[in-house]
């Protein structure tokens, strides 16, 4: 499985990473984006992942605005500290929603 980490916390992200190896051995991080304008030119040059591990708040927006600019179809999980955008995740194949601190 191919997963890509929208992330701009660095040790949140380091901790999702490390998560995944230990449980998924298997699984590859393809990519860790720090914000939407890193993850809207990654998904430009790149196949679709499997799954979408992303934070709501980046530093420079809401991370729906990348799902909002792009054709995404692979299912999302969202890690966020803030309970208000579950249903709006869930509307952008969100899967999943989990409150930090994980």
Known sequence: MNIVIIEDETQTARDIIS???QIRP???VRANLDSIEQALEWFAKNESP???ISDIHLGDGLA???FKKIDM???IIFCTA???YAMQAFETNGIDYI???V
């Open 19 to 21: 998560t995944l190896s």
């Open 26 to 28: 298997t699984y590859r």
């Open 50 to 52: 499997d799954l979408i």
């Open 64 to 66: 729906f605005s990348i």
């Open 73 to 75: 179809h692979c299912p």
């Open 82 to 84: 803030y309970n208000e």
């Open 99 to 101: 409150l930090k601190p």
